[in-house]
């Protein structure tokens, strides 16, 4: 996902990222999912993923290399917690506007305690010079059958992890030049990735996606990829204190339906299956709500009286 | 390899890049050959490897389209080629700086095109918005040992395969606002990427590399991997018309050891397979050069009488 913090010339916005991507780059290939599936063996799947990072866009100008090596693999753990995967190996290309050993030192650092905690290994990488930018490319296993987008079925309850809306939140009170309370800025600039959770949801989810660009449009990828349609009840969303009270107070549910940057899994689950989900939950401690259920089309907010915008990449 | 077009602020030029991964990025994973390996059976390797390329850093501002896709894919293939891989999958981080469907197709065209020919598939990618700058991870398999920098022995012939310093001559009267020749541009634009060469060199070479940061810089890094030593012969490089004639009226040799960009293989050959490097060229329909042997140690250029300054991506 992608904010703009710079006005950079956008001649011809007509194309979203992912119009985009299916436009041009879907060469039949499997394109779709979070990650990329690549068959290496009979009982093996390797997912690969890729997510570019840019200062000014994805993260504040002068924003620390810990908080920055931090987000540019935890959002491509991210991603391979939507499939389910086993973090494997990933690769690195930095792009610098010059050499200086204490951001790198610090950004090493950073990179290198989370890849140890997930047991993810960096393989291989490039450096260049140019405006601070980082590409990292992702690869995990999957032991069993991948989570896709494409499996929810009319009746399943539909789930997201922990709470919505705080690192967009966070965002916007950065650009309003408030400073974010402590919880929100860790969610901002250290999310967690859900690779756990991913994992143990293999074989109980009918379907998953992380929510990197908003629930609405991330929910939306899972109901057309799955051809079905969903119904959202408003009042169930998790929200946190900060959250819910900057609800109440302005009325805008988009931060929580539509910031995006929250790196939560959104998942649908058959009713065979609920029970679940609350022995997940306590293995985890993780906080697993039910916002809705699958419907045979269309996207009901039930609450909702007006459209947010979602993020768009262009 | 990188050259800058703009004079971007460097505070801290201390570092190469090769000293930089060094340093910072080599976690005790294999970094340092051309191509990370990766395990995944008993009998077959995986090889992925990364490259940036940015405008006005790798590719002058208003390059084509279709010369930067098939760019950015061809030095990919180069770094495959270099390990005796065969092409197996990309992903593909692009940034831009707008959408311009044109462009886009232009792009799209070309990618696919190259990609069709050396059977590659694209898997995975990103768009985000920002400077023009393009990343592609391109995975490989290995049908046996491969190709590693760290094989070459003492009394080794070292190899070249066709003519070095037509990218860096291109690039050089790009500069000086002279328009190069068809075969300087084609090698500076549509390099062709040595992957056939580099699948038969598997079991014939013992050390291998591509020429991307140039033959001095290049070969050095097969010296120190392989803890031994060079002899060049200068007459014996293979050039041009067009690097021959600027050689002879300039004197300046380094556009050929150290100018970059060839995205040819260099590559070290034991006596005993010295007849297969015959059988290869007649095969492929490629030329390959000795261009002197494997000695003790250190690098000498026979008739060369001044140091060149290699490519530096910082």
Redesign the interface.
Known sequence: M?R?LEA????????S?FE??N???D?G???GDD????D??VH?Q?V???????E???FPVDTSPVDIAYKALAVNLSDLAAMGATPN?F???L???????QW??D??SSL?AL?TEYNI???????????L?I?I?A?GTIQGVALMRSGAKVGDGIFVSNTLGDAALAWQQIQNQKIPSRNLLTQFNHPEPQVKLGQVLLGVASSCIDISDGLEQDLSHILSHSKVGASIDLDALPLSNEVAQYIANTGDWCVALAGGDDYELCFTVPESQLDTIQSIEKKLGVVLTKIGVIVESGLEIKGLDKTCQSYQ??
């Open positions: 992608q703009s950079l010339p956008l001649t011809n916005s007509m194309l990222e985009l991507i436009k041009y780059f060469w290939a499997g394109i990650c990329a599936l690549i290496v063996g093996q390797f690969t993923t890729v997510d570019t990072l840019i000014g866009v994805h190996y690769t690195l290309a792009t610098l506007p010059n050499i200086d050993e790198l030192e950004f090493s290198k890849a290994k960096l393989i291989g990488g490039d450096t260049t010079k140019g405006m930018s590409t490319n690869t990449h262009f």
